[in-house]
Structures are given as structure tokens and as C-alpha cells.
């Protein structure tokens, strides 16, 4: 069986797929995530389960799972804590990391200000929400991880690798935004300069190309031609809907924060899809039969018909259902999912504290 690589790369919206260089070779399709910011649409994108995005948190049975009872050697690096273990995003995974350590909790007063709805702002004002990132490596070194367990693992090998600097601030020291413009973004976007405007959206592609790169760099030093995927967990907002990045509890699913590019190597598939497809059309590609619990949608078969997307914080949700031509919303709903004798609420995920300190200090606010 052919060994597959998944590579997603954190906000990257459908209008900048030209800053993949790399992969201007390969058709690009517009995909649609299952959530708006990074965990409950990772999680619903390895579950292919609408669930995972109702409760941010990973439903069995993964792709991993899957192809490790295929015969699969599987390994995952995703440099974040919104992919942490306790999420359940290492299962089926023979080596997994996150690279967060424990102990890196920061300011206690800042964690405070971040856990407060009524404060939220004052945190946002005293300390930027930028990601911090002392203790986690640059996406190169997590490529160089990957390749060499890829290369030293058995085959036949499922990849996945999550990219952290096309995140906000776009890269690290002088590769960044500044604070002070990132704050002006944030508290007063409708007083950025076209300058400005131009400047973040320049830092923000040139993070993309620097992914690319990485990208390129994965593929030519693996010991393998492997079917590849590539897309982004969810897009960014450059002032669209009157605000910048991604906020999620805004729980917006405005095009701009939920169409992604999506490369595919070794499978040839057609239209736009929604990324719960991606997983039935990978392992499908290497003769691995899809569970039936999955709700995505093996492209080598047919053509996607409709995605859902699921934005929820804490107890509301919105949900946007397109058949790819029209689209619709319902804002800030109760949500729940039923499956048989299963039933799902939208509900905050209850975390332990050293994991919620570790979300708040790399900027999810309200991480749960």
C-alpha cells in the first residue's frame, strides 16, 4: 500500500493558494472547513465526524485509527495545544507530539484577565494575543522531525503535520507583525492605512511561502512518492466582517474564514469539497475501505454534494450548510447532533488547568 502524507497549515485562506509555489503544479480545490478556528475543524477533519466539530474534540474512529489497522505505521506533528492528547488527537498514532511542554504557563495575572469574559479586552489590551512561542519549535525543525521518523519508520506510513507559523503574528522576530500594529488590527481595524492593510497582508503570505517551502523541503527528503493532501484548518479575516484574524468566539463562517485551498497528489478529484472528505478519499486511494460512521464523502467515487460548517463557543454555535452554489445560516444557535443512540451538544470542553493555561498563553483565549 502507498504511504500518505497529510500536511495542514494553520489559516490559510482559498485566495491565497498562488503563495504555494511549490504545488502550483497540482489542481487546487476549494474546500470547506468543519469549524472556524483550529481545534473543533481539526478535530472534525481527522474524525470526518461533524461531531468532532460540535464538541472540539476528536470522535473515533480517526484516519489514523483506520489506517492503523490497516497495517500503517502513523505518525503526527502538530505544534500546538489545540491538538493536545487530552483532545484525543493521538489516537492511532504510533508517535505523536505536540511539542508543548509542561510549565509554560506565563503570567498568571494574564491567564486570569484571558478567563473572564468581561475581561477579555483588557487582557487583549495589556498583552497582545500574539502566539508564544519560546518553547515551540519553528515549523523547519518539526519538518526535520517528521522526515526523519518518516524514514526510519516501517512502511507502508501515514504522515500528518500541522504548520504553526502561517498562524498570527506570521512568523517569528522580524518575520512577524509588530504588537503595535497587530493591537491597531485588533482594537481598530477601521483605522488601518492602506499601508498598514498591505503590510500585514505581506507579512501574512510571505508566512505562506515560508510554509511552502517546508513543504517542498518534506517532500523531497522522504524515502517515499506518497499520495499527498494538503490544506489549512480554517481561513483569516482581514476586515471583511469589520474584524481581523480569526476570532472565534465571533463564530463567523463568512467565506473568507472557511474556504481553504486543497492540493491532492495521486488522487485526481474534481469541485470543491468539504475537508470531512478528505480522509474517505485518502484511505479509499490505497485500497483501505472508508467506516461507514464516517460523513465525508470518498471523491474517487462521486463528487461532494453539500459541507457543513459548525463555528460554536461555548454554548451557542452557527452553522452554515452549502451545496457549493447557495448557503445557508443559523447564527448563534443551540446545536445538537444525533446519530442513532448517540446525541452531542455544543458545550465548553472541560480542560485542565495546566492545558488551559498553555492555550491561553500561546493567544486562544476562552480556549475551552
Not at 257 to 278: A, R
Not at 329 to 343: L, P, Q
Amino acid at each position: 500500500m502507498d504511504d500518505i502524507v497529510l500536511v495542514t497549515a494553520d489559516s490559510v485562506r482559498r485566495d491565497y493558494a498562488d503563495a504555494f509555489e511549490s504545488l502550483s503544479d497540482l489542481p487546487v480545490r476549494t474546500g470547506v472547513t468543519g469549524s472556524h478556528y483550529t481545534r473543533p475543524s481539526l478535530a472534525s477533519l481527522v474524525s470526518a465526524s461533524y461531531r468532532g466539530a460540535i464538541t472540539t474534540e476528536v470522535v473515533s474512529p480517526t484516519i489514523a485509527e483506520v489506517l492503523s489497522e490497516a497495517g500503517y505505521t502513523c505518525l503526527g506533528y502538530t505544534p500546538t495545544p489545540n491538538t493536545d492528547a487530552r483532545f484525543g488527537f493521538d489516537r492511532g498514532f504510533d508517535d505523536f507530539d505536540t511539542f508543548v511542554e509542561p510549565g509554560n504557563r506565563g503570567s498568571k495575572l494574564r491567564q486570569k484577565l484571558g478567563s473572564i469574559d468581561a475581561l477579555r479586552w483588557i487582557y487583549y489590551k495589556i498583552y497582545p494575543p500574539q502566539a508564544k512561542s519560546e518553547n515551540r519549535p519553528r515549523d523547519r525543525e518539526v519538518i526535520e522531525r517528521a522526515i526523519e521518523e518518516f524514514n526510519d519508520a516501517e512502511p507502508p506510513r501515514f504522515l500528518w503535520v500541522h504548520l504553526m507559523e502561517t498562524h498570527r503574528p506570521y512568523g517569528v522576530g522580524d518575520e512577524a507583525m509588530s504588537k503595535q500594529l497587530d493591537q491597531k488590527a485588533f482594537f481598530k481595524p477601521d483605522k488601518l492605512t492602506d499601508e498598514e492593510q498591505a503590510q500585514i497582508e505581506g507579512k501574512y503570505a510571505d508566512a505562506i511561502r515560508r510554509a511552502d517551502d517546508d513543504i517542498a523541503h518534506l517532500l523531497a527528503e522522504i524515502d517515499s512518492d506518497p499520495t499527498l493532501a494538503v490544506t489549512a484548518d480554517h481561513g483569516e479575516g482581514f476586515g471583511e466582517e469589520g474584524f481581523y484574524f480569526h476570532q472565534g468566539h465571533k463564530r463567523s463562517v463568512a467565506d473568507f474564514q472557511t474556504k481553504v485551498p486543497v492540493f491532492f497528489d495521486g488522487v485526481d478529484v474534481e469541485g470543491p469539497l468539504s475537508l470531512l472528505d478528505i480522509p474517505p478519499t485518502l484511505v479509499e486511494s490505497v485500497g483501505v475501505d472508508a467506516p461507514a460512521a464516517w460523513h465525508g464523502t470518498n471523491l474517487l467515487e462521486s463528487d461532494s454534494e453539500y459541507a457543513v460548517t459548525i463555528a460554536p463557543w461555548h454554548d451557542t454555535a452557527t452553522v452554515a450548510w452549502r451545496d457549493y452554489e447557495k448557503t445557508f445560516v443559523a447564527r448563534d444557535a443551540d446545536v445538537s447532533f444525533e446519530e442513532g443512540d448517540t446525541t452531542a451538544d455544543v458545550e465548553r470542553s472541560d480542560v485542565d488547568q495546566e492545558l488551559e493555561e498553555q492555550l491561553q498563553d500561546l493567544g486562544y483565549m476562552d480556549a475551552g
